[in-house]
């Protein structure tokens, strides 16, 4: 059978001639992945170099070595092998060699001008996973820099080339596929679980098509529930297909056989490999997408929505061999709501690790590479800080030494901060094991028991039946335990459960807790941020902790749902060198300032010792609280309101600019000016509440203003009766002249003040000083109201005087006979 890719490999040939960089679009199916690597191998543009190819999956990877292998006839490992995560089979034969992304990107900083190879090939570049958007910005740095003979092919199904191949000045070439059509038919779920409405659906193709059947699932844990449901099928043999599968099944789930078959497959079917005899495609809809979890503090597969270029995709899977079906388990209606296309994995990641290799490349700026994508400014800023926070990079964003060893592990930059941590406290198998439980985050029960339960289970794993497939938890332990040359463990010392939560401290600084004093379930981070336990978990004995797993709420608190306890030795010993600083604060409990020297770890204090007070430590803390609880705190006594209450009458009645603001608002603005220097000696809420604010707020006014503030609001009138009696100033409003009625006898006009533009507000009063009338119009009262009062007082007051005429009467605060007396 001709596959479409052969009538392009002349094309190819010859746009390697003539351009450094070419850009092949081709679907899928049509042999690009196998073939073109084959066909190039001997093109005089790769000079008898070593061919790249890289392949966003490892299960795709380990695929297409084997299959181009298997067509030259040879073992995997000469002419064609791969090297993928935790798996390596290559020779100093290897012509071809199939790695992922990660792979090369380590290659390039090892190496960068990429000795021996000729041609790097990027497979499936419309996927654009963040690893492959780094490497081709890192190899065409190289070729522009260092290898201007490095050749460089980018094959794509369903990318929008043309703005890449203006970005990279590249060629483009398309090679026309061959497919049949594709009936569509839309299914509701109708309330069923995504499991129940596959398995439904697979029995509806299998009575009403021909043909295998391909399913497409989100992930390995779907795949299996199905697996067990299609059980008692007759005739018709059922595959899983995932990455973690073991080479066997994986062939059974490819290679056409005697009976039909029902493949349940992740989206690794959807481009990257050809599965025999596919006639029919059941499509879920969903597929998992490395998501950057900000619960783990890592990258890890989330279930999301498919785009609807993939969705045509998965469909052109029915129609490679003749006329085929597709059932999608979703409406029409929600077809139209899908994105155009699946969103470049730099929008959403994880960018520490992307920090991490463009310092290691020297890189301080990354818009000097050619992104097709540039990393999102923010995300690029967080990913620096935590960076910083591991000890990785200096705040020149360079990488510091132990950030030079942080980038040799293929692992996050926390986890590789792990092992160093575990390597100098001679605790590697302990680090190695929390890295693998750490890294395989999709298969991890995160929150079925706690890390130490599940650090004994894979331990225990190690004592059993050793002919059993292991899980990617034990296959990334047994990894990291070769990468060290270690023996593996098969029990949990005591030293070792000592260290973790040291271990895990130095993978996760920024989610070091300590307790709040007031609520024993509730911590403080070293970010800043909030989280609390539940309140029966025995977490709540703990002083200190490290979170590895919680749930962040929007606005609130995160909820914690898996970390180890800490000591505080331990952190002391983790990070010798913090600095320590003088705090000083207000103690609600003593109510009072207090100073502590205290050694800091972000936004928790490590360890803090009494110091001692310092005055102008003290103002500012005073001012900082008078700022956020009010100026009630301070002693507002009748004097000081009143000398308040009067300049801001006047201010009212002259000219604004004239008088100082004694509002709240403008006092509290300006509490540097005039009450910080009268604050010395004063630390307490009660010393405060003692303290005279009367000379403070003078010093405000000159020495003119004084004077004229005697004379335009004096605080006491001289009355007829020759008494001396003081205004009441109010916020707002005239002042208020409370007098005897007596003593306003002969008196024709209202007492006036402020250069007679204020007349006050008289509260003439009783003998026994109670109210008898309120008016700022005297002459009205003793012409209309007095007679009244007169009348009714007499009789209650018959020893003081009511005389018919109190505008000629004497005025006096005594009684008659007392008059006659002195008389």
């Known amino acids: 059978m001709t596959l479409p890719i052969f009538n392009v490999i002349d094309q190819l040939n010859a746009g390697l001639a003539t351009h450094q960089t070419l850009i092949l679009q081709a679907p899928p199916g049509s042999g690009k992945t196998t073939q073109v690597p084959l066909a190039l191998l001997n093109d005089e543009n790769v000079s008898g170099q070593k061919i790249l190819l890289l392949e966003p999956r490892r299960l795709a990877a380990t695929n297409s070595a084997r299959y181009m292998a298997h067509l030259l006839g040879e073992p995997v490992g000469q002419t064609v092998g791969y090297s993928i995560r935790y798996q390596k089979q290559v020779s100093t034969q290897t012509r071809i060699e199939v790695v992922t992304e990660g792979i090369l990107t380590r290659r390039l900083q090892n ?95 299998l009575q009403r098509t021909g043909g295998d059947i391909l399913t497409f699932l989100p992930g390995s844990g779907e795949i299996e529930r199905c697996h067990a449901a299609l059980a008692d099928l007759k005739e018709v043999d059922v595959h899983p297909l995932y990455g973690s599968l073991p080479f066997a099944k994986q062939e059974a789930a ?126 690029f800023d967080a990913a620096r800080k935590l960076l910083q926070l591991l000890g990785a990079m200096t705040p020149a964003l360079t990488l510091t030494s132990l950030g030079q060893c942080i980038a040799k592990f293929p692992a996050h930059p926390r986890l590789g901060r ?85 271990l895990l401290a130095s993978a996760y600084p ?73 705090l000083t604060f207000w103690d609600e409990e003593k109510d009072r300032v207090i100073s502590r020297q205290v050694t800091m770890l972000g936004s928790i204090p490590l360890s803090e010792t009494p110091a001692k007070n310092c005055e102008e430590d003290n103002i500012k803390v005073i001012l900082e609280r008078l700022r956020i609880k009010g100026l009630a705190l301070l002693n507002w006594s009748q004097q000081t309101e009143s000398f308040r209450n009067r300049i801001t009458l006047l201010r009212a009645t002259f000219t604004t600019d004239t008088w100082p603001d004694f509002s709240d608002q403008a006092l509290q603005q300006s509490l540097e000016d005039w009450l910080a220097p009268f604050l010395t000696d004063c630390s307490s809420a009660e010393q405060l509440k003692r303290f005279n604010l009367l000379p403070a707020l003078t010093a405000l006014l000159d020495w003119t203003q004084q004077q ?22 109010q916020p707002a409003g005239p002042p208020v002249l409370a007098v005897k009625l007596q003593e306003m006898f002969g008196t024709l006009g209202t007492p006036r003040i402020c250069d007679s533009r204020i007349a006050v507000q008289l509260h003439l009063l009783s003998p026994a000083g109670r109210p008898l009338q309120v008016t700022q119009d005297l002459p009205h009262f003793w012409t209309e109201i007095y007679p009244e009062v007169k009348k009714e007082m007499k009789g209650r007051y018959p020893k003081h005087p009511w005389p018919d005429n109190p505008l000629t009467a004497q005025p006096t605060r005594h009684t008659r006979n007392h008059q006659r007396r002195t008389q």
Not at 563 to 577: G, V
Request: charged share 25%.
């Open 111 to 205: 190496d960068p001008e990429l000795h021996g190879i000729g041609l790097i090939i990027f497979d499936e570049f419309h996927e654009r996973n963040l690893n492959s958007d780094l490497a081709l910005a890192l190899c065409h740095d190289v070729q522009q820099g260092l290898r201007d003979d490095l050749k460089i092919l980018i094959m794509s199904a369903t990318l929008d080339s043309q703005p890449l191949a203006e970005l990279l000045n590249a060629a483009i070439i398309t090679c026309e596929g061959r497919s049949y059509p594709v009936a569509v038919d839309y299914i509701p779920h109708k309330g069923r679980s995504l499991v129940d409405q596959t398995v439904a659906a697979v029995h509806r193709a």
């Open 254 to 379: 490819i290679r056409s056989g005697p009976r039909r078959k029902v493949v349940l497959a992740t989206n690794i079917a959807e481009t990257s490999l050809t599965i025999e005899g596919i006639e029919t495609v059941i499509d879920s809809g969903y597929a998992r997408q490395p998501r950057f979890d900000p619960n783990s503090g890592l990258t890890g597969l989330k279930m999301t929505r498919i785009s609807a270029a993939s969705a045509e995709q998965r469909a052109g899977r029915a129609g490679r061999l003749s006329p085929g079906h597709c059932y999608r388990l979703w409406t029409r209606a929600e077809h139209g709501s899908l994105l155009p296309f699946t969103p470049p994995e730099m929008r959403n990641a994880d960018l520490a690790p992307l920090a991490l290799d463009l310092a290691g490349w020297g890189i301080t700026d990354p818009s000097s590479l050619c992104w097709l994508d540039p990393p999102p400014p923010s995300a």
């Open 418 to 502: 792990l092992l160093i941590t575990a390597q100098d406290a001679h605790c590697l198998p302990l680090g190695c094991d929390l890295v693998a439980l750490l890294s395989e985050v999709e298969t991890r029960p995160s929150h079925r028991g706690d890390l130490q339960e599940q650090l004994e289970q894979l331990r225990h794993a190690r004592t059993t039946d050793h002919s059993r497939k292991q899980n990617p938890i034990e296959r990334a332990a047994r990894y990291w335990h070769q990468y060290f040359s270690l023996k593996t463990h098969v029990r949990l010392t005591d030293k070792e459960k000592s260290m973790m939560g040291a």
């Open 510 to 582: 920024d989610r070091i807790g300590r307790r709040r004093k007031s609520e024993k379930h509730r911590f403080l981070f070293t970010s800043g941020k909030g989280g609390f336990v539940a309140e029966h978990s025995p977490l709540t004995a703990c002083d200190f902790l490290v979170a590895t797993s919680s749930t962040v709420r929007s606005g609130a608190d995160a909820h914690i749902r898996q970390a180890m306890p800490l000591r505080r030795e331990d952190l002391i010993k983790l990070y010798p060198d913090l600095p320590s600083q003088k």
């Open 708 to 729: 004229q503030l005697d004379r335009l609001a004096p605080e006491r009138i001289r009355v007829a009766s020759g008494s001396q009696i003081r205004l009441q100033y």
